[in-house]
């Protein structure tokens, strides 16, 4: 007698390839962003129109959003607001370069070799702490109003985080990865692009990051003199003339331009860390 079983099916699971879902993923991500910055927005329009309708200020002082708009508007048409946005792109990217670089050149002497710990690490913290606007008036003296002196002020703003946070990095390198290196053979040279470069990307990142952020605070107080064009020296006419419609449709516009340069920023250098979100 022969028994007959049932035939059992195992349902198997659609194959997946890997990393299907992570393009969905990260435009669900960019999305959900967007989609709070946009209301982020739309709240404080509201509030400040609620502001604006209650009177508490003067209308010229406190004009409405409709207002601000108006005046970017007629700076554009009036061919202002093109060449401001460009000269003011040009002195914050040289200004941000030099900063940099002298920022990740000096931690890596100052974290790495026993005359920079000795010798410049305290200069540099006596510095930290100086406001970079007090050196307008001495970057003048050297330098003139040309220039020179506004990409030597964005500099030195740019400087002090990108020092710090790359230091921080620097110094902070595991000693068994440096030991482990020594063992392998690596040299001084290979030691640093291999193991402490990539060991304090992160720390690196963020640095650079807020430099970039100080080189747009910066753009300001630079364009204020010794110039015709540029945001901050649009503001600075603006304010001189009481037009505080300019003057906060030219924050609102260094703003979106701080915001896609952070973000830019952001997207270029994820390769470099992507390693330490890995590990969390």
């Given at each position: 007698?022969?028994?007959?079983r049932?035939t059992t099916t195992?349902?198997r699971a659609?194959?997946?390839t890997p990393?299907?879902?992570?393009?969905r993923?990260?435009w669900s991500?960019?999305?959900?962003a967007?989609?709070?910055?946009l209301?982020g927005l739309a709240?404080?329009?509201?509030?400040w129109?609620?502001v604006?309708?209650a009177?508490v200020?003067?209308?010229?002082?406190f004009?409405?959003?409709?207002?601000?708009?108006?005046a970017g508007?007629?700076?554009?048409?009036?061919?202002?607001l093109?060449p401001?946005?460009?000269?003011s792109?040009?002195?914050a990217l040289i200004?941000f370069?030099?900063?940099?670089?002298?920022?990740i050149?000096a931690a890596i002497?100052?974290?790495s070799t026993?005359?920079?710990?000795r010798?410049?690490?305290?200069?540099?913290?006596l510095?930290?702490?100086?406001?970079t606007?007090?050196?307008?008036?001495?970057?003048i003296l050297?330098?003139?109003?040309?220039?020179d002196s506004k990409?030597?002020?964005?500099?030195?703003?740019?400087?002090?985080?990108?020092?710090?946070n790359?230091h921080?990095g620097?110094a902070?390198?595991?000693a068994?990865f440096l030991r482990a290196a020594?063992?392998?053979?690596?040299?001084?040279v290979?030691t640093?692009?291999?193991?402490?470069?990539?060991e304090?990307?992160?720390?690196?990142?963020?640095?650079?990051?807020?430099?970039?952020?100080?080189a747009f605070v910066?753009i300001?107080?630079?364009?204020?003199?010794g110039t015709?064009?540029g945001?901050g020296y649009r503001?600075?006419?603006?304010?001189?003339?009481s037009?505080?419609?300019?003057v906060?449709?030219?924050?609102?516009v260094l703003?979106?331009?701080?915001?896609?340069?952070?973000?830019?920023?952001?997207?270029?250098?994820?390769?470099l860390?992507?390693w330490?979100?890995e590990e969390?």
């Open positions: 007698m022969t028994s007959s049932p195992t349902a659609p194959a997946r990393g299907s879902g992570r393009p993923a990260i991500t960019r999305a959900g967007a989609g709070g910055t209301a709240i404080a329009a509201t509030l129109s609620l604006v309708a009177d200020f003067p209308r010229e002082l004009p409405s959003v409709a207002q601000v708009f108006r508007r007629t700076m554009w048409t009036e061919g202002l093109g401001d946005i460009a000269a792109l040009q002195r200004g370069l030099i900063g940099a670089l002298a920022g050149a002497v100052t974290a026993w005359l920079g710990r010798l410049l690490q305290p200069v540099l913290r510095l930290a702490p100086v406001p606007i007090g050196i307008v008036p001495l970057a050297w330098f003139g109003i040309g220039e990409a030597l002020v964005i500099a030195l703003g740019v400087f002090v985080p990108v020092w710090i790359s921080a620097f902070d390198t595991p068994d020594r063992c392998l053979g690596g040299g001084r290979q640093l692009t291999r193991v402490v470069l990539p304090a990307a992160p720390d690196v990142v963020a640095g650079l990051r807020v430099g970039a952020a100080m910066l300001v107080v630079a364009e204020m003199t015709t064009e945001i503001i600075y006419q603006a304010q001189l003339f037009q505080a419609d300019r906060i449709f030219c924050l609102i703003g979106i331009i701080g915001a896609a340069c952070d973000l830019a920023l952001a997207t270029f250098t994820t390769p860390t992507r330490a979100r969390h």
